[in-house]
């Protein structure tokens, strides 16, 4: 049965994550605070985190980098009121798998808990390493190594990085990506692979704002050049 820990300062919120989460037979612990969220992670082993940005004591971009560095690699799931897509995209350079806006449909994130989870269960022992440019990227313990740095990548990402170089040179439809990662259909409005792919371009381009190695394929999706 998956362990489910949620940090969430909210309590009525918490609450009501959690008896939803139970019901769906899955183990559940509550932090109200990152530090707490550190430790009960540690306490035992856990399968998906659910995160706040807004806590009492640091704010959950540094849980997520804490986890990251620590060496955890279970699907981080970001809940926050904050839209922006810097704030989205600075989640997942820090290795947060999903990001989800309050207020959100509880249908839709525990499709996104499920999902998560089962990609992650079914993701394969050994996975490829590779250059890009003059990074290494290194599926194995997800992370993007430049010179002494290592830069830790999320589940989506990597997925993402894996799938454009099994391809690679190739234009890779936004919906293949989609449909094969996220399991869902395209969207006109659906941006989820678009901010991943900035996040991966902060990691793996010398200028972000003009790519060498991820490429927009104008009106399909994005191409993976070595």
């Known amino acids: 049965m998956a ?3 949620i ?12 008896d939803n989460l139970e019901f769906e037979q899955y183990t559940v612990a509550h932090a109200l605070t990152g530090q707490q969220g550190l430790e009960l992670v540690a306490e035992r082993p856990t399968h998906l985190v659910l995160l706040d940005l807004m806590l009492p004591d640091m704010d959950g971009f540094d849980v997520c980098r804490r986890l990251r560095e620590s060496g955890y690699t279970m699907p981080i799931i970001i809940l926050s009121a904050k839209s922006q897509e810097i704030d989205k995209v600075r989640g997942l350079e820090l290795g947060a798998d999903d990001y989800v806006t309050k207020p959100f449909s509880l249908r839709e994130l525990l499709a996104r808990v499920s999902a ?3 990609r992650a269960d079914q993701a394969p022992a050994t996975r490829a390493q590779f250059s ?3 990074r290494q990227v290194d599926l194995v313990r997800q992370v993007v190594r430049v010179d002494e740095e290592e830069l830790p990548l999320g589940y989506y990402e990597a997925e993402i990085l894996r799938m454009l170089h099994e391809r690679v040179g190739e234009a890779v439809p936004r ?3 989609l449909e094969q990662i996220w399991g869902v259909g395209a969207s006109p409005v659906d941006r989820t692979v678009d901010n991943h792919v900035v996040s991966l371009r902060r990691k793996l381009e010398d200028d972000p ?3 060498q190695h991820i ?3 104008h009106a399909v999706g994005y191409k993976l050049v070595l």
């Open 209 to 211: 704002k003009k790519p």
């Open 3 to 5: 362990r489910i820990v």
């Open 7 to 18: 940090i969430e300062d909210e309590p009525e919120l918490a609450h009501g994550l959690r």
């Open 116 to 118: 998560a989870l089962r």
């Open 132 to 134: 890009v440019g003059d």
């Open 175 to 177: 919906a293949d990506l």
């Open 215 to 217: 490429l927009t394929a």
